[in-house]
Antibody
Framework: EVQLVESGGGLIQPGGSLRLSCGVS????????MSWVRQAPGKGLEWVSV???????HYADSVKGRFTISRDTSKNTLYLQMNSLRAEDTAVYYC???????????????WGQGTTVTVSS | EIVLTQSPATLSLSPGERATLSCRAS??????LAWYQHKPGQSPRLLIH???NRATGIPARFSGSGSGTDFTLTISSLEPEDFAVYYC??????????FGQGTKVEIK
């Protein structure tokens, strides 16, 4: 069974840092595209970042320069390092497998349960 | 950045009725479009990928159509568990990927 489990969320002051983890079982983080998606309170889904199987990374403009996506293949775990946090980063953060096999896009087909980040003083 | 615009924002329907949700892209995304269902307190659920292909385990009452800039998600006969928020999402070209703002399907 494929399973993604996020952790690391919590209450953090503006300007602070937090690292989210996404433990993965049933698939390899090194062989898949993995994304982070967030949902702020009362808002819709927002794509945050992706790491390709080859290791290249991309970010939404709203987090570029502040967030870093990475993976540890030995632990089969995905990370999101969040620095210089702002109130508008308050959200539930989900990790997801982003399945793309050219020329077909199979969607974000496996999701974690989400972890909540609250940025407030 | 490709902007996805969903309409309507809210759809008020009764169980058994047909739901038609629209998603329009600001530029062509070919068929690199997916639809998700999202309920409060749950993770999003993939319904449709590649614009018109049902994901594994998705009931046949869900169907997707379109290509280029105009896409439609149809629920042929609403079941009680289908009342939720639905998002389209594109993955064309280079990131950023984007989601539409969502359509809430609520019980009339």
């Amino acid at each position: 069974e494929v399973q993604l489990v996020e952790s690391g969320g919590g209450l953090i002051q503006p300007g602070g840092s937090l690292r989210l983890s996404c433990g993965v079982s049933g698939l390899s983080v090194s062989n898949n595209f993995m994304s982070w998606v967030r949902q702020a309170p009362g808002k819709g889904l927002e794509w945050v970042s992706v790491i390709y199987s080859g290791g290249s990374t991309h970010y939404a403009d709203s987090v570029k320069g502040r967030f870093t996506i990475s993976r540890d293949t030995s632990k089969n775990t995905l990370y999101l390092q969040m620095n210089s946090l702002r109130a508008e980063d308050t959200a539930v953060y989900y990790c997801a497998r982003d399945k793309f096999q050219s020329p077909y896009y199979y969607g974000m087909d496996v999701w974690g349960q989400g972890t909540t980040v609250t940025v407030s003083s | 950045e490709i902007v996805l615009t969903q309409s309507p924002a809210t759809l008020s329907l009764s169980p058994g009725e047909r739901a038609t949700l629209s998603c329009r892209a600001s530029q062509s995304v070919s068929s690199f479009l997916a639809w998700y269902q999202h309920k409060p307190g749950q993770s999003p659920r993939l319904l449709i990928h590649d614009a018109s292909n049902r994901a594994t385990g998705i009931p046949a009452r869900f169907s997707g159509s379109g290509s280029g800039t105009d896409f439609t998600l149809t629920i042929s006969s609403l079941e009680p568990e289908d009342f939720a928020v639905y998002y389209c999402q594109q993955r064309a070209g280079w990131p950023p990927w984007t989601f539409g703002q969502g359509t809430k399907v609520e019980i009339k």
